[in-house]
């Protein structure tokens, strides 16, 4: 059965302690890292369950289904950048990188781990996630809605009107179809679309896998 990424964190812990190099900024980082995960899966979790609910849906909530939806979003690309550079606290910890608390995100890790063991399967790893899609693609969204404006969000609503053979009880009907879905460069202000592949929830989802496929391959490299 494969591993989890929450188990692999713990499982890197149990390995370093074993090998005496464990110090109680790695346990907190450790711990700080899963937490950042969980919330941008909890944040995953709210865009899934708002997803297909209309604008207009009764709420006594404070934010609108739209202000929610987009609060979501923003949580999500936040959390999950910033689980690497919790990531690269660790990273910085074990492998005595020595650079100050202050100064630490996963690009300086990766220069420094470049520049001091450029060899080292470590640092073929953190390349090839600054390098990927996924990485460059969860900077642009999370910097434009963190730093610029509101990430631009299309709703898709569709009426389908049901009606059946008359004389019967079922009668006629009208179903709502709501799809969200997301612009496909977050600094355009015209921005373009693709309904095929970003759907706000599915588009997020296979993110954080490929952000956690990442993470996993990236422990193993580092004992």
Known sequence: MPIDTYRRIDRLITNIAAAGK???????YAEGLKSKLSQAEFALLNLKRLYNI????N?????????QFIF??????DFLRSSLDIFA????????????????????????????MSSASLNVELQLLL?????KKLE???HCSTHRRPIYIETHTSVTSISGTSGYTSGTSEMTTINRYLCVNPWELNP??????????????TMLKRIKGKIDTIINKIP
């Not at 606290?89 to 995100?105: C, F, R, T």
């Not at 390098?131 to 990485?135: M, P, R, V």
């Not at 373009?192 to 989802?205: A, K």
Request: charged residues 25%; glycine residues 0%; aromatic residues 8%.
């Open 54 to 57: 209309p604008e207009q849906a």
């Open 131 to 135: 390098n990927s899609n996924t990485f």
């Open 72 to 77: 979501f979003c923003d949580c999500f690309w």
């Open 192 to 205: 373009n679309m693709d309904s095929n592949s970003r759907p706000v929830h599915t588009y997020c989802e």
């Open 140 to 142: 642009d969204y999370r």
């Open 59 to 67: 709420t006594q909530d404070l934010l609108t289904i739209e202000q």
């Open 89 to 116: 606290q660790l990273i910085n910890e074990i492998k005595i990188l020595s650079i100050p608390e202050k100064q630490v995100d996963i690009k300086r890790v990766a220069s420094q781990v470049n520049s001091t």
């Open 22 to 28: 464990d110090t109680s900024k790695a346990i907190i």
